[in-house]
């Protein structure tokens, strides 16, 4: 066992799948000499080659359609966007083309678009988006949004040995500050489609991901000393395909239901969670269902309105005890 | 210091709750054991509790005119007389608070920001009968709440809540559950089959119409009646029986029997027929019970009574163990006490067959409506002088007049089928056409 930071532990997924497998390449702004803008691709240049990790222009829409080719062709090409911000100038690219492509061409388009998402950083407006919900309205793709270092190394080898276009968010405020033991030697792999539950509880449920994950466990702690509200965690992991059956169970047992995610509100995935246990779980609900998102404003850059706007431990605890009582 | 719990008794099979109509005692008053200590209405009866020990009233639990399931405590008795201080009032379920199994949430505090639904900003409709804000989030709770409810027959505006604007939450209804667990399924007076519940549709009425709510048994009736209907596969058969002989005999003992306190009736007749017959034909005396048919071992039989105020059906029984002065005794009894308020909840209780006599109204026949859980209800139509064809011993036909008078049975077809139904018609048709003279 050793213990290794988020990014480390997504270093060593990509490595080891690029060892297994050759046809597993890399590409993006500055992966190769540069080792990527936060080193996770440091070192692969020189053991893979230019060949298998190549630096391109600065086009994410060249990126990802370069490797829609080559995963056409029978490569795994892993592109990388330098921030996730950008992966809008690829929208085109991956809802029009690839997302589409199995079904309008019978084409199978084995790739993984990967990229550091998220706020909490002082990034400002271009530097710390969450899209997930512009790419979960598009059927054809997968998204995955680890929370753990386990994970992030068991989502990215799975997302590579997936026969479909997979995304995969990596939250940068995550990178160096989650640290894991992780056993050495032994594959991990993280299913896609399946959730976790974080922390078991009997009380309440929050429904979260990402950076907010941890927020909502902080948050979890609190209530369970100061009120002795047990509150159950749940880490979806993957956004799409959702798993239902994980959302519905949490929901059966605890009766009450708070999401919890770090992009902003309107037309967030809150709104479709929401639906679904509505759909499926009405008659198990203890309570409204209740969301703690951004606010429905760009992340601002000072430091004082960027803590405003992104939801806080403090957010949760608020909301959560709010919803206990109910 | 001994205490005694009074609890709402269980006064019928298909009884899960009772309304407690009125006490009778004051908290602090003495009471003798069997000394009546409250009222209380059920589905069809009224009648008084007594203490079961006694002691001095030291707790009230259930006010006047509230509903709670059965098995509920309604009162505690202080039976040392030294301890005869009157307990401060307390809440209605302080146990079930204080045994909650975690600490209960921390009320809301009005400074908090209120994320979306904030329940209490609605105002309170006006008065004139419509409910309060707080009155309509303590019915109007959620899915999961109203789930819990249904499955358990309670009453949601009964239970203290502790959410917001005093919401019955998940903890409050398990906890109430817990303390009343008669009040849980799988309780014999549940064996009927859960249809959900029974709705009336509204009617707007028109300008000068007057619009009276239900009495309970009113409400009761009707609510039976469609569950029956929906139930049961009902069928009915028609006989014509020659009541002349029965007539004729009810003449002669008329008197004697008067002598005796008792008022023979042709209904009297008929119910001993169906007594004598209900043992040979036991699938009519029977009931269903899910995938299976209980066939009942005593042979207990219910006289509907119609009342000013509405309908009860008081039963007789071991009616097949009753001589004919027996059951026209038990008859007048029975009438006599639900006219007058009399009858025990056991009166009304494990009737087997069912007797519907709406004759003396004079209708030719009618259809009723069986009285759930059992599977067969006979109408008596009117009885009267009627042409009829008679056949004399050598064979020849003639017009005579005689008594006459039609037997209505409905059954239900999912056990009992059509031969059966008519086999024990003719039975009982020619028991009462050979009634024994020896028998009045």
């Known amino acids: 066992m050793a213990e290794v930071t988020f990014l480390e532990a997504l270093r060593q997924g990509l490595w080891e799948e690029m060892e297994r497998d050759e046809r597993v390449f890399i590409l993006g702004e500055d992966v190769g000499l540069y080792g990527g803008a936060f080193k996770v691709t440091d070192g692969f240049s020189k053991r893979f080659g230019a060949s298998r990790v190549i630096d391109t222009p600065i086009s994410e829409a060249a990126i990802v359609g370069a490797a829609a080719g080559a995963a056409h062709m029978g490569l795994r090409p892993v592109a990388e966007m330098q921030f996730i911000d950008f992966i809008s100038c690829a929208y085109d690219m991956l809802t029009n083309y690839v997302a589409t492509a199995r079904y309008r061409a019978g084409l199978s388009t084995p790739l993984v678009v990967r990229g550091p998402c998220g706020g909490y950083v002082r990034g400002g407006p271009f530097h710390s988006q969450n899209p997930e919900a512009a790419f979960l309205h598009t059927p054809g793709l997968k998204i995955v949004y680890p929370a753990t270092a386990r994970d992030a190394k068991g989502l990215i080898k799975a997302s590579i040995r997936d026969e479909d276009p997979v995304l995969y968010l990596e939250h940068k405020w995550l990178y160096r500050r989650i640290k894991e033991q992780l056993p050495e030697g032994e594959e991990i792999l993280t299913p896609i489609g399946q959730a976790r539950i974080a922390r078991e509880g009997k009380h309440l449920s929050i429904i979260s991901y990402g950076a907010t994950l941890w927020k909502s466990l902080e948050a979890a702690e609190q209530l369970e000393k100061a009120d002795g509200v047990s509150v159950e965690v749940l880490d979806l992991r993957t956004l799409l395909p959702m798993d239902d059956a994980a959302i519905v169970a949490t929901v059966k047992k605890t009766n009450k239901v708070l999401i919890v995610h770090e992009d902003t509100r309107t037309g967030g995935i809150a709104g479709e969670i929401a639906a679904r246990i509505n759909e499926r779980a009405f008659e198990w609900l203890d309570g409204p269902i209740m969301r703690v998102t951004a606010h429905d404003v760009p992340l601002p850059y000072a430091p004082t309105l960027e803590d405003f706007v992104l939801p806080q431990t403090e957010d949760i605890v608020k909301a959560a005890r709010w919803l206990a009582a109910y | ?440």
């Open chain 2, 1 to 440: 210091m001994a205490r005694v719990d009074v609890l709402m008794p269980q006064m019928g099979e298909s009884i899960a709750e009772g309304t407690l109509s009125k006490w009778l005692k004051k908290i602090g008053d003495p009471v003798k054991r069997d000394e009546p200590l409250f009222e209380i209405s059920t589905d069809k009866v009224d009648a008084e509790i007594p203490a079961p020990a006694a002691g001095v009233l030291a707790e009230i639990n259930v006010q006047e005119g509230q509903t709670v399931p059965v098995q509920t405590l309604v009162a505690i008795l202080e039976t040392d007389a030294s301890a005869a201080v009157p307990a401060p009032a307390k809440p209605a379920l302080p146990k079930a608070a204080a045994e909650a199994p975690q600490a209960a949430p921390p009320p809301p505090s009005p400074a908090q920001p209120a994320p979306a639904v904030r329940p209490s900003g609605r105002p309170a409709d006006g008065d004139g009968g419509v409910q309060t804000a707080e009155q309509r989030l303590r019915t109007k709770s959620t899915p999961l709440v109203r789930k819990i409810a249904a499955e358990h027959s309670v009453d949601i505006s009964r239970i203290p809540g502790s959410g917001y604007a005093g919401r019955v939450t998940k903890q409050d209804i398990l906890g109430y559950i817990e303390r009343a667990p008669a009040a849980a399924p799988a309780t014999p007076y549940s064996r009927l089959p859960a249809l959900g519940a029974i709705e009336h549709p509204a009617v707007e009425p028109w300008p000068g119409d007057r619009v009276e709510p239900w009495s309970k048994i009113r409400k009761i009736t009707a609510d039976h009646m469609v569950m029956s209907r929906r139930v049961s596969a009902h069928v009915a058969s028609f006989f014509e029986v020659d009541f002349t002989r029965v007539a004729q005999l009810r003449g002669k003992a008329k008197q004697s029997y008067a002598e005796r306190g008792v008022n023979l009736t042709f209904l009297a007749f008929i119910a001993k027929a169906c007594a004598e017959n209900l043992r040979k034909h036991p699938v009519v005396n029977a009931a269903v019970s899910a995938d299976s048919t209980i066939y009942r071992a005593d042979v207990n039989i219910g006289i509907a009574v119609a009342l000013d105020w509405g309908l009860i059906v008081p039963v007789i029984k071991h009616a097949d163990e009753l001589s004919l002065i027996g059951i026209a005794r038990a008859i007048n009894d029975l009438g006599e006490r639900a006219r007058t308020k009399k009858l025990s909840p056991d009166d009304i209780q494990r009737g087997t067959f069912t007797i519907t006599n709406p004759g003396g109204f004079g209708p030719f026949a009618g259809i009723p409506i069986i009285n759930q859980p059992q599977v067969a209800i006979l109408g008596v139509g009117a009885i009267e002088k009627r042409p009829k064809v008679v056949t004399a011993a050598d064979g020849t036909d003639s017009i005579a007049i005689r008594t006459i008078g039609m037997l209505t049975m409905s059954y239900d077809h999912r056990v009992v089928d059509g031969a059966d139904a008519d086999k024990f018609l003719a039975d009982v048709k020619q028991l009462l056409q050979e009634f024994p003279e020896g028998a009045v």
